[in-house]
T-cell receptor, first 115, second 116 residues
Framework: AQSVTQPDIHITVSEGASLELRCNYS??????LFWYVQSPGQGLQLLLK??????LVQGIKGFEAEFKRSQSSFNLRKPSVHWSDAAEYFC?????????????FGTGTRLLVSP | GAVVSQHPSWVICKSGTSVKIECRSL??????MFWYRQFPKQSLMLMAT?????????EQGVEKDKFLINHASLTLSTLTVTSAHPEDSSFYIC????????????FGPGTRLTVL
């Protein structure tokens, strides 16, 4: 079945340490790929997106993600985590068979930042 | 960035009543609006897609007579949960996009619905 997988439900990282959140997708054709962050009381905010071209994508707040076609992955990274990064992170894909309009979300990874 | 608001942010209602949730794009014209449902500790599930002036397109398994969607203008879409029951309790989130496929969706803060 077509899906988006975020294997880590929770991740705890020390402030200042590096972060990598995993995302895998299973679609026949390469979809458009997104990472969103959800903070309490706020709407989902787009961190970055990949449509084509350079497989290393830079986003806001110091985040980046790398698309690896061979692994069907789009992992999110940040070299140094800040306490304010604690939130829920969602990977999403826009399916090719919907004209790349509809988003399918992974189950999310909750990031906890320890002092 | 573009701002999307939702009203109310939370609502509690009795079983059998109907509840309307508004989604507004504050500083851009939203050609397309989407409605999602999010269960606790779970992902967002797309319920329906609405284009201004057209009938909404519902995802498989979503009851269109229960979840009425109206997108009467380029800045406003409403979701009405009719004859709500406790199993309809959830977090409802809307998003709006301006134009074209894969255009960035801007999300509202969500509405927490609790049906007693």
């Amino acid at each position: 079945a077509q899906s988006v997988t975020q294997p880590d439900i929770h991740i705890t990282v020390s402030e200042g340490a590096s972060l990598e959140l995993r995302c895998n997708y299973s679609y026949g054709a390469t979809p458009y790929l997104f990472w969103y962050v959800q903070s309490p009381g706020q709407g989902l905010q787009l961190l970055l997106k990949y449509f084509s071209g350079d497989t290393l994508v830079q986003g806001i707040k110091g985040f980046e993600a790398e698309f690896k076609r061979s692994q069907s992955s789009f992992n999110l990274r940040k070299p140094s985590v800040h306490w304010s990064d604690a939130a829920e992170y969602f990977c999403a894909v826009a399916k090719p068979n919907t004209g790349f309009q509809k988003l399918v979300f992974g189950t999310g990874t909750r990031l906890l930042v320890s002092p | 960035g573009a701002v999307v608001s939702q009203h109310p942010s939370w609502v509690i209602c009795k079983s059998g009543t109907s509840v309307k949730i508004e989604c507004r794009s504050l500083d851009f014209q939203a050609t397309t609006m989407f409605w999602y449902r999010q269960f606790p500790k779970q992902s967002l599930m797309l319920m329906a897609t609405s284009n201004e002036g057209s009938k909404a397109t519902y995802e498989q398994g979503v009851e269109k007579d229960k979840f009425l969607i109206n997108h009467a203008s380029l800045t406003l879409s409403t979701l009405t949960v009719t004859s709500a029951h406790p199993e309809d309790s959830s977090f409802y989130i809307c998003s709006a996009s301006g134009q074209g496929p894969a255009d960035t969706q801007y999300f509202g803060p969500g509405t927490r619905l609790t049906v007693l």
